[in-house]
């Protein structure tokens, strides 16, 4: 088994997080202790309206991790994870070797940008190799005017 660096996002109950930030968000990292695994870094990512309720909540509190875990572990944590009540949803996406230094030093150094704020205050710097980042401008396109052609 191995040992990999997870980016885990969490959606928590807003207003559990609100009476009780430190505890909602304690048990986060307890999960992760507890199997065997390191958290790297966590903090508060946004706080939002969600696009339709889970699990009777209109708000969420957006709770980023990054931790290494043995491969194995991970189902387990995720179990725990969908039977804490704090924990409305979570998603793990497995980090590529290469950035995690540099995903990790991003996340201790940014602060907490309410959604309210400008969008030039919430931009991310691109990370190169990042899974899912664009590396070149894409050109808008009247998806109906090149529709009209091909026929």
């Known amino acids: 088994m191995s040992a990999n660096v997870y980016e885990g996002m969490f959606i928590l109950d807003s207003s559990r997080y609100g009476r009780d930030p430190e505890g909602v968000s304690g048990q986060i990292q307890e999960v992760i202790d507890?199997?065997?695994?390191?958290?790297?870094?966590?903090?508060?990512?946004?706080?939002?309206?969600?696009?339709?309720?889970?699990?009777?909540?209109r708000?969420?509190?957006?709770?980023?991790?990054?931790?290494?875990?043995?491969?194995?572990?991970?189902?387990?944590v995720r179990r725990?994870?969908?039977?804490?009540?704090?924990?409305?949803?979570?998603?793990?996406?497995?980090?590529?070797p290469r950035i995690v230094d540099a995903l990790v030093?991003?996340?201790?150094t940014a602060s907490f940008v309410p959604s309210e704020a400008p969008e030039e205050a919430a931009a991310v710097p691109v990370v190169e190799g990042a899974v899912g980042v664009l590396d070149e401008e894409v050109e808008?396109?009247?998806?109906?005017?090149?529709?009209?052609e091909e026929v």
């Open 140 to 148: 808008d396109v009247d998806l109906a005017a090149a529709d009209e």
């Open 34 to 57: 507890k199997a065997g695994g390191e958290m790297l870094v966590h903090r508060l990512w946004d706080e939002r309206r969600l696009a339709y309720p889970i699990k009777g909540q």
């Open 80 to 96: 725990q994870y969908q039977l804490n009540e704090n924990v409305l949803r979570m998603l793990f996406l497995k980090v590529e």
């Open 59 to 76: 708000k969420g509190t957006y709770w980023l991790t990054y931790f290494r875990l043995d491969s194995s572990q991970l189902s387990t």
């Open 105 to 108: 030093a991003h996340a201790r």
